[in-house]
């Protein structure tokens, strides 16, 4: 392609100024630089613009089909260099984020419009998956930054603790281990209850497991579901147990469509984190939004060891 922005910003100078003498100071060239690169810009759409009138050059309708189009090419061009000015606000335009299910549901909207939405900027392409999803889609450069909930083990990524997130478990009002309320379960009783639980590969699956398995030795399953807002719901029915971060139960307890068990259970809590590839060079956009993250806190969660 040989028609350049430089042309197109001294057609629009000599359109605005009406000659290529006075065209010449705003575009920082000599009179004849000025008049030679017009020239050549006319020579290579082979039509005329201006109309020559003694010294004056008025535009005539090439010229003026042109106009509008040099502007907008320009406007796009600025707005470009805008976006990449060191200092400028950050927009989430052209990021890819993935989060993993419990992140992406019940954080990342928050997070997004602390972010962006009270500004009106772009926010960035989400993409939600379970951990191990969103970790393969870092590796292979199909997303920038995952926020996920599991334990990542892939050496080619950068992984850094983010926040805390405090997993209680719950049942229906009705079921057997609510109903033995002012008194903590054993942990016997929760050896033989069912479980409700995510799919492998999910950072909840894994994140539970490492919570009760050192104590309870075995999960007897309940139920398989492929997100944490299908157990809460199948808790609720009376379908099992679950073991699930509390801001995803947090308004069916709120509700009384769950209660908190009480266990001998020591805390449980797990890390959240963010990950990016190695090889990735962080533009000043994307690391704008991992810094908005590191700093974000939300109301409720496990406090800090």
């Keep these: 392609m040989r028609l350049s922005l430089r042309q197109l910003q001294i057609f629009l100078a000599v359109a605005d100024a009406g000659s290529t003498t006075a065209a010449a100071d705003r575009v920082a060239l000599s009179q004849s630089a000025t008049s030679a690169a017009l020239n050549e810009l006319e020579s290579l759409l082979g039509a005329r613009l201006f109309d020559r009138v003694g010294k004056r050059l008025l535009m005539n309708d090439n010229g003026r089909v042109l106009l509008p189009q040099a502007r907008q090419m320009l406007d796009a061009a600025s707005m470009i ?3 990449f000015v060191p200092g400028m606000p950050a927009s989430g335009a052209g990021l890819h984020i993935g989060a993993s299910t419990t992140i992406g549901i019940y954080l990342l909207p928050d ?17 939600i998956a379970n951990t191990a999803d ?24 950068h992984v850094e603790p983010w926040i805390l997130d405090e997993l209680i478990v719950v049942a229906a009002p009705a079921h057997p281990l609510a109903v033995e309320s002012g008194r903590k379960v054993p942990l016997k009783a929760l050896r033989e209850v069912a479980w409700l639980l995510r799919e492998p590969g999910s950072g909840t699956r894994e994140a539970v497991e490492h919570a009760l398995v050192p104590h309870l030795h075995v999960l007897r399953p309940g139920g398989q579901f492929s997100n944490s807002e299908a157990i809460k719901h199948a808790a609720a029915a009376g379908l099992g147990v679950a073991c699930l971060s509390r801001s995803v139960v947090a308004d069916f307890i709120t509700s009384g469509r769950l209660v908190e068990v009480p266990t001998t259970l020591p805390a449980l809590c797990r890390n959240f984190f963010l990950i990016h590839s190695r090889r990735k060079i962080l533009s000043q956009r994307l690391d704008a939004f991992r810094a908005f993250c590191l700093r974000w806190e939300r109301s409720a969660g496990c406090a800090p060891p």
């Design 111 to 127: 997070i997004l419009a602390a972010a962006y939405g009270r500004t009106g900027q772009t926010n960035p392409e989400v993409m």
């Design 134 to 157: 969103i970790i393969a889609a870092v590796a292979n450069f199909e997303i920038d930054l995952g926020l996920i909930e599991g334990p990542c083990h892939n050496v080619d990524l």
């Design 81 to 83: 260099e805008q976006q």
